[in-house]
């Protein structure tokens, strides 16, 4: 019965992936804590679907990656996730789950606010600052496998346009999550039971896949980003009320 439950939650995780292009991690993560699933198992499993999911993504948006953005994003990422590991290997994450948390409500309440105002900002952020977006991606990517919102978090701030960011999002999902999973791997974090639900799960994402990109297709780029900032808040929420 855990099994079946731990198969829909991850499931319900991909679909969220698929249409929003991130958070599969934020709602997947605090549902299987919920039924007591082992914490290192749900994030290995978290982090091999994400990879999954994310390939056919981003090369049905490939057209729209700006491989030089991607590939600052990229390195940056590659010195975040050591750390990420660390965290989740000797430390304690409820502080760091906290504080991102009241970030990302705030920063979506914000957001809605002036899309709801019109209000447009001028502020112009240096491509210096990919690196950076790309390490706290890299930390909270392996410690959480939520190395997605950071970089919405950041492209929106950047103000991409709704397909650049879902071409960059998901091409960064493919490389960073490629590393993610290996180095889960390397530390020790796979098991059997990784691989039993990977494979019940995979042949199953044949339908929730398609599903996802028919929703997404529903979305007109006009109110994506709306979506996307209330999708954040929520997502916001679970991490500050998540024990």
């Known amino acids: 019965m855990t099994y079946f439950i731990v198969v829909l939650i991850a499931l319900f995780g991909a679909l969220m992936r698929t249409v929003f292009g991130f958070g599969e991690a934020l709602v997947t993560m605090p549902l299987l804590a919920l039924i007591a699933f082992d914490l290192q198992t ?4 978290i982090g091999a679907l994400g990879l999954i999911v994310a390939i056919p993504v981003a090369l049905k948006y ?9 590939k600052r994003l990229v390195i940056g990422s590659i010195l975040g996730i050591p750390v990420g590991i660390l965290i989740i290997k ?26 709801k105002r019109q209000k447009t900002s001028n502020l112009k952020i240096s491509d210096k600052y990919d690196y950076l977006a790309g390490i706290v991606s890299g930390i909270l990517g392996a410690s959480f496998n ?21 071409g960059i999002l998901q091409g960064h ?3 960073v999550g490629s590393l993610v999973v290996l180095s889960q791997l390397a530390s020790g974090m796979w098991n059997i039971e990784v691989v039993k639900l990977l494979a019940m799960i995979i042949p199953l994402l044949l339908i929730v ?6 929703i997404n297709s529903k979305i007109d780029s006009q109110h994506f980003t709306k979506y996307v900032y209330m999708v954040l808040i929520i997502f916001g929420l679970i991490l500050l009320l998540k024990r």
């Open 42 to 45: 749900s994030t290995a499993l």
């Open 62 to 70: 490939r057209q729209h990656i700006d491989l030089a953005t991607l």
């Open 90 to 115: 000797l430390g304690s994450p409820q502080i760091i789950m906290k504080v991102l948390g009241s970030f990302i409500v705030i920063y979506g309440v914000y957001n809605l606010y002036a899309l």
């Open 146 to 166: 939520s190395h997605g919102v950071p970089i919405v978090v950041y492209g929106t701030a950047k103000k991409w346009d709704a397909d650049k960011l879902r």
């Open 173 to 175: 999902f493919v490389c």
């Open 209 to 214: 896949i398609p599903l996802g990109n028919w």
